[in-house]
Every structure is written in structure tokens, then in C-alpha cells.
């Protein structure tokens, strides 16, 4: 995004944090994601990274009757400095847990790599 925003925000400290303990992942339901490309990336160069994601995924069979949804989207010029590309992918399981990954592109990867 292009930025460039100013955030005010107080915040009180607690007294002590206390560990996550995750005893049951639960089992994916479903994937969701979003491929962001902008400046001299077009949709063309999103949608390989994200055939490359979905062949990762669906090579597993853990994943093969899992709906998943990944969509494209072109930042305009107004909404983002430069050029730059990346893939964020959350998995939503039966006990509410959301997994999330994310990759962006940089300079000498393939874009299969990225997915």
C-alpha cells in the first residue's frame, strides 16, 4: 500500500501474558487467499503464483476436496509505491483456527517459487 498515514494509539501494559496452548488444530476446511501485484506486475504474473500455490496444494491429498479460493488483485497506481508482488493464503479449520502464510516476491525468485 502506499502509506504515508500517521497512527495514534495508547496503550496500558498488562501485568503478565499467558502461553496459547493448542491442543486441537482441528482439521482445514477451507483456504482462502489473495495475490496482490502492482507497477510493472500484472495479473498475468499473480495468477502464476497462484497456479503454483494450488498445484502445491492439490499434490497433497490433504487437500483435494478442501474448497479454496485465491483471487488476483491489481493495486492501482494511486494505491501503491513501485513495484511488488505476494501471495497470503489463510487456512480455516473445523476448530476455529486460522492458519495463515504469506510470501512475497523479491528479486531473482521464480514465480513459481512464491507459490
Given at each position: 500500500?502506499?502509506?504515508?498515514?500517521?497512527?495514534?494509539?495508547?496503550?496500558?501494559?498488562?501485568?503478565s501474558?499467558?502461553?496459547?496452548?493448542?491442543?486441537?488444530?482441528?482439521?482445514?476446511?477451507?483456504?482462502?487467499?489473495?495475490?496482490?501485484?502492482?507497477?510493472?506486475?500484472?495479473t498475468?504474473?499473480?495468477?502464476?503464483?497462484?497456479?503454483?500455490?494450488?498445484?502445491?496444494?492439490?499434490g497433497?491429498?490433504?487437500?483435494?476436496?478442501?474448497?479454496?479460493?485465491v483471487?488476483?488483485v491489481?493495486?492501482?497506481?494511486?494505491?501503491?509505491?513501485?513495484?511488488?508482488?505476494?501471495?497470503?493464503?489463510?487456512?480455516?479449520?473445523?476448530?476455529?483456527?486460522?492458519?495463515?502464510?504469506?510470501?512475497?516476491?523479491?528479486?531473482?525468485?521464480t514465480?513459481?517459487?512464491?507459490?
Amino acid at each position: 500500500p502506499k502509506g504515508g498515514g500517521i497512527v495514534h494509539f495508547n496503550v496500558s501494559p498488562l501485568a503478565s501474558l499467558h502461553p496459547l496452548t493448542l491442543m486441537d488444530r482441528g482439521d482445514v476446511e477451507r483456504v482462502d487467499g489473495i495475490c496482490f501485484v502492482a507497477g510493472k506486475f500484472d495479473t498475468k504474473f499473480g495468477q502464476r503464483m497462484v497456479d503454483s500455490a494450488l498445484g502445491e496444494l492439490r499434490g497433497s491429498k490433504d487437500f483435494h476436496h478442501i474448497p479454496i479460493d485465491v483471487q488476483v488483485v491489481r493495486e492501482t497506481p494511486r494505491t501503491a509505491y513501485g513495484d511488488g508482488a505476494g501471495l497470503i493464503m489463510v487456512a480455516r479449520t473445523s476448530t476455529g483456527c486460522l492458519l495463515e502464510g504469506a510470501a512475497p516476491y523479491t528479486r531473482g525468485m521464480t514465480v513459481e517459487s512464491v507459490g
